[in-house]
């Protein structure tokens, strides 16, 4: 979808025929993600409204995705669910997913086809869906939805975000405002810790003239950590928030759930000081540990024009899905 | 009357010079003793070399730019831990579908199966997770390697695609031709739809 650059033609088909629209990881901002159509991201760490809509769709036009495990979740395709699925690479068609109608094309092209033959429709289907969308707590602490959230008002989606992999990608996709197609770019497929920081360093030379935040984590951000070093000597001005939990956190997470309480290798103590680390490069850094600074450091961190490292200290028992 | 106009230069040289052809202004890596003439050729080029602290950052580096600028990103290495350290990034953009042309330096083709120092297959070792790859043991395939290589990056589903050049290759001197059009048997990607029934 990002990649063909039919954001336009599936504008036009959603609502010239009111359907709601789902994305997976990868395809987030394809729509503008405050489209009143848009419930969210699917799977398995995917929104309850779209994983709802997932369930109870009859028909499912799937656009670009291969529908792996993770983005399907517990979801089951029943033989009550019809699927058209457009794709450029014929080897996507019936992997993962049976097909009723495939059409092999570039997404821009086929969509723009769709559009010339379809009618207006009135009723929006999800409307029940949409009106159940969960409320988050407000309980004085300092939460991730929180810090993601003023990173959206703020900016108003003006900016490039880059993520790493873990519990904070999460986040990022569930909380922050993507305006623009290609203006979320994650690590969706293989699920690369380190991915974040460089790619935000790419992404920077590539456009220049945007604002470029790095999401990490301290796990993630710790596997490729040397590229403090490139973003000092290029003078890079990107941004960094990191959320420091002193963990591994969807691994420590998991450990919770599964092993009852067994936590092995997922505690990062040992984790260096983010803000002298950040020092040693020449790096300006903010350690933000309160509610009420919270503010006041994103506007730090927006109108600072280099380089930029913001550590959010992070409860570790903070669920990626609240 | 078409006259064939054809210039003397390195494969290292001519190397620079399909990428530039290609618009490629900033390519992200590391050097080492395998791609050193390749380095060389790039020093009297406009091209601007990102040096990253390991390769894999060179990869990802690449990915990100790709991303936001629709362009094939770009990433060398060295031979043996070079190339390998490449891998992740490599596989990273497999699964995400981003346009990538990885050049890796390869020791002396005459060495080629020896274990010499800092000698790896790596055409071998990606060939699952780069859409496709080349190793280019005659000095007069390089730059319709590389300009196939951009090719296959950059149409239908997009992905990575991995270069290796051994070092003696990159020092021959051969005539540079850019070929107008790239024809590839057994590889047209379809852009316009196509319903199965």
């Known amino acids: 979808m990002i990649a063909s650059k039919a954001s336009e033609e599936l504008r036009i088909l959603v609502e010239k025929q009111k359907i709601p629209v789902i994305s997976t990881l990868m395809g987030i901002g394809a729509i503008s993600t405050n489209h009143p159509y848009y419930l969210g991201m699917i799977g398995s760490h995917g929104q309850r409204e779209a994983n709802l809509a997932l369930r109870q769709a009859d028909l499912l036009i799937v656009v670009g995705a291969r529908l792996a495990d993770r983005a399907l979740g517990d979801t089951k395709i029943t033989d009550n669910m019809k699927i058209i699925h457009i794709d450029i690479d014929p080897a996507e068609i019936g992997k993962n997913v049976d097909t009723n109608i495939p059409i092999v094309g570039d997404a821009k092209y086929v969509l723009s086809e769709i559009n010339k033959r379809i009618s207006e429709r009135e009723e929006f289907w999800a409307a029940e869906i949409k009106a159940q969308k969960k409320i988050l707590p407000d309980d004085g602490k300092l939460h991730p939805y929180d810090v993601l959230r003023e990173i959206s008002t703020q900016y108003d989606g003006e900016y490039i975000i880059t993520t790493d992999v873990g519990q904070h990608q999460i986040w990022a996709a569930h909380h922050l405002y993507i305006k623009r197609p290609g203006t979320f770019i994650t690590s969706g497929g293989l699920g690369t810790m380190g991915y974040g920081v460089p790619a935000a360093i790419g992404a920077k030379f590539g456009s220049p003239d945007d604002e470029v935040i790095a999401i990490t984590g301290d796990g993630s951000f710790q596997m490729l950590m040397q590229e403090l070093a490139t973003i000092k000597r290029e003078q890079v001005p990107v941004k960094i928030v990191l959320f420091n939990n002193t963990r591994l956190g969807m691994v420590y997470e998991l450990q919770k759930r599964r092993c009852t309480g067994r936590f092995i290798a997922t505690c990062l103590d040992g984790n260096p000081d983010f803000m002298i680390l950040a020092k040693a490069y020449g790096i300006e850094g903010m350690r933000l540990e309160s509610k009420e600074k919270l503010k006041e450091a994103i506007s730090v961190m927006k109108s600072y024009k280099g380089p930029f490292l913001l550590e959010v200290v992070t409860d570790p028992d903070e669920p990626t899905i609240p | 009357m078409k006259v064939k106009m054809t210039v003397k230069m390195t494969v290292a040289r001519a190397m ?127 730059v319709r390697v590389l300009k196939e290589a951009f090719y296959i990056a950059s149409t239908g589903r997009r992905g990575p695609v991995l270069v290796d050049v051994p070092i003696d290759v990159q020092m021959q001197e051969i005539e540079f031709e850019i070929p107008r059009e790239i024809e590839i048997p057994g590889y047209k990607p379809r852009e316009k739809g196509i319903l199965y029934k």
């Open chain 2, 16 to 142: 620079v010079e399909v990428l530039k052809s290609e618009g490629v202004e900033i390519i992200f890596g590391i050097p080492g003793a395998a791609i050193y003439p390749f380095y060389d050729a790039l020093y009297s080029s406009d091209i601007k070399h990102v040096l990253v602290r390991t390769e894999q950052a060179a990869v990802h580096e690449a990915s990100g730019y790709a991303r936001t600028t629709g362009k094939v990103g770009v990433c060398v290495a060295t031979s043996g831990p070079g190339a390998t350290n490449l891998i992740t990034g490599i596989a990273t953009a497999y699964m995400d579908s981003v346009p990538i042309v990885a050049i890796t330096g390869q020791v002396n083709s005459s060495l080629i199966g020896k274990d010499v120092f800092q000698e790896v297959d790596i055409t071998g070792a990606t060939a699952p997770f780069t859409k496709h790859n080349y190793l280019v043991k005659d000095p007069k395939k390089i």
